[in-house]
C-alpha cells in the first residue's frame, strides 16, 4: 500500500515545483556591459521616473524613488530644487561612477523638470528610447504596480534592468516577467528597498544565534501587497524564503496572515491600512535561544537599494534570485486571497 504524503509535504513540493517550474532556465549575464565608458563609468536610464500616480489616479509631478535614484547618481542643483514642485528625496550619499543619462516618463514636462534639476542630458520620447545606448535601467516604483511592462523592452535587449517593488500586483504577472528575465539571461533585480539597510543585514547575520526561529511577526502600514511587502521582505532578508501557504484571519483593511513555511516556521503578517493603524516597520523573532525586535534605520535606504543593483551590473553576481521576489508576491496575493475566500490558499494556487 502507497502512503499518502503528509500534508506539509505536499504544501512544500507543489509550492516549490510552480516556481521552478517556470523558471528552471540557468542564468547566463551577457559578458560585457552595453556602451561602457573607457572610465568605467556607468550610464543608466530611468523610466517612469518623474511622476506617481496611486492605482489608477492622476499623475502628479514628484516621485519618491525616481527622485532618489537621480539624485544619489547625479547630484541636484541646490537653486532648481527650490521650484520643483511635487515630491523631491534628495539623496544624501552618492553612488560612484554612476551617471542617469536618460530620463522617461509618461508626462513629459515633469521629465524635462526633473532632468534640468539633476543634470540628466536627454528626456525621451518613449520608455524604449531610454534603453538604448545605457549600461542598465531603472524603473521606480511609479504608484500604477505595471511598472514590470516597463522591463520587457531591455530585458529583451540584454540590458541589466532594476524594476522597482511591486514587482507585480499578481504571482502570475511575476512569474512571467522573471521567466524573460532567465530566458535572455538579462541581469533582473526587483526589491523593496529594506531589505539592503545596514541593521537589516546586520540582523541576518545574527540570526543564528538565537537558535531556531519558530515564530516571527512583521507588521507594516497600508495596503497589504503594495505596502506589506516592505514589511515581508524584511522577514525574508533575514529568516530567507521557503513559504508554502497563507490564512488571514483578519479584517478587510486589517491583515494579519499567518504565513506557512516549508521548515514549520510561522510568520505573522500584519498590514494595515492609515485609518487603522499608524505606518512603521517592525520584525520580532522568537528562538529558542533568544528574541530580537527590530525597527530599521530607514536613513538612506534608497542608496543601499540602488547600490546593490549597481554591483549586480558591474559584477554580475546574484544576491537577490528573482525567483525569491517571485515568492514573495505570492505570498502577498495567497494572503490576500485568504481573506476573500475565508479559507487558507497554497502559494501553488496562486502561481499557476
Known amino acids: 500500500m502507497t502512503q499518502r504524503p503528509s500534508r506539509r509535504t505536499f504544501l512544500k ?5 510552480a516556481i521552478a517550474g517556470t523558471l528552471a532556465a540557468p542564468l547566463g549575464f551577457p559578458t560585457v ?12 536610464g530611468l523610466i517612469s521616473a518623474a511622476t506617481y500616480g496611486y492605482m ?3 499623475r502628479t509631478q514628484g516621485s519618491n524613488h525616481g527622485t532618489a535614484f537621480a539624485t544619489a547618481c547625479n547630484g541636484f542643483d541646490e537653486v532648481k530644487r527650490k521650484d520643483f514642485q511635487g515630491t523631491f528625496v534628495a539623496a544624501r550619499k552618492r553612488i560612484e561612477g554612476v551617471q542617469v543619462v536618460k530620463i522617461w516618463d509618461p508626462v513629459k514636462e515633469a521629465a524635462q523638470k526633473l532632468a534640468d534639476v539633476c543634470g540628466i542630458p536627454t528626456v525621451c520620447e518613449t520608455a524604449d528610447e531610454c534603453c538604448e545606448g545605457v549600461d542598465a535601467v531603472a524603473i521606480p516604483d511609479d504608484g500604477t504596480g505595471e511598472q514590470w511592462k516597463y522591463a520587457v523592452t531591455p530585458l ?20 512571467e516577467i522573471a521567466a524573460l528575465a532567465r530566458q535572455t539571461g538579462t541581469p533582473f533585480m526587483s526589491a523593496s528597498s529594506l ?27 497600508n495596503e497589504l501587497v503594495y505596502y506589506g511587502i516592505h514589511a515581508l521582505e524584511l522577514a525574508y532578508a533575514v529568516l530567507g524564503r521557503g513559504a508554502v501557504s497563507c490564512l488571514n484571519v483578519g479584517q478587510p ?18 498590514v494595515a491600512e492609515r485609518e487603522w ?25 534608497y542608496w543601499y537599494l540602488l547600490d546593490r543593483f549597481v554591483d549586480l551590473v558591474r559584477t554580475k553576481k546574484e ?7 517571485v515568492e514573495v508576491i505570492a505570498v502577498l496575493e495567497a494572503g490576500k486571497r485568504s481573506l476573500a475566500e475565508n479559507r487558507e490558499v497554497t502559494l501553488a494556487e496562486v502561481l499557476q
Open 195 to 221: 531589505r539592503f539597510v545596514p541593521d537589516v543585514i546586520a540582523a541576518a547575520k545574527e540570526v543564528e544565534s538565537l537558535g531556531k526561529i519558530n515564530l516571527a511577526t512583521t507588521i507594516c502600514g
Open 277 to 301: 493603524m499608524r505606518a512603521g516597520y517592525q520584525l520580532n523573532l522568537y528562538g529558542t535561544k533568544g528574541w530580537r525586535t527590530l525597527t530599521p534605520d530607514l536613513s538612506d535606504l
Open 33 to 44: 556591459l552595453r556602451g561602457a565608458e573607457a572610465n568605467g563609468k556607468l550610464k543608466l
Open 13 to 17: 513540493t507543489s509550492s516549490a515545483t
Open 253 to 270: 483593511g486589517r491583515n494579519i496572515v499567518r504565513v506557512r513555511f516549508e521548515n514549520g516556521r510561522d510568520l505573522v503578517l500584519m
Open 156 to 175: 529583451r535587449k540584454g540590458v541589466p534592468t532594476y524594476c522597482d517593488k511591486p514587482l507585480a500586483m499578481t504571482a502570475k504577472a511575476a512569474k
Open 319 to 325: 544576491t537577490l534570485p528573482i525567483e525569491e521576489e
Open 56 to 58: 489608477g489616479a492622476p
